[in-house]
């Protein structure tokens, strides 16, 4: 998902991308539990602390 936001804001100028596109809390939420109930457990772990550091980061907390 994160290289799509990036693909998203390497576009040209005139190619607008439309809407906000971001990884949201919900998103990251809904993934990790997929991921968690399918046994994939440490990349679950890894994302979510990924996805906190990005919080942290904007929100300058």
Known sequence: MLA???H???LPEG???GREFA???AITLNAGKAMYLSGQTEKTAAMK?????????????
């Open 15 to 17: 190619q607008m991308q």
């Open 49 to 61: 602390l990924q996805h906190l550091k990005r919080i942290k980061k904007t929100f300058r907390i």
């Open 23 to 25: 990884v949201t809390p």
């Open 4 to 6: 799509n936001v990036e």
């Open 8 to 10: 998203l804001n390497a």
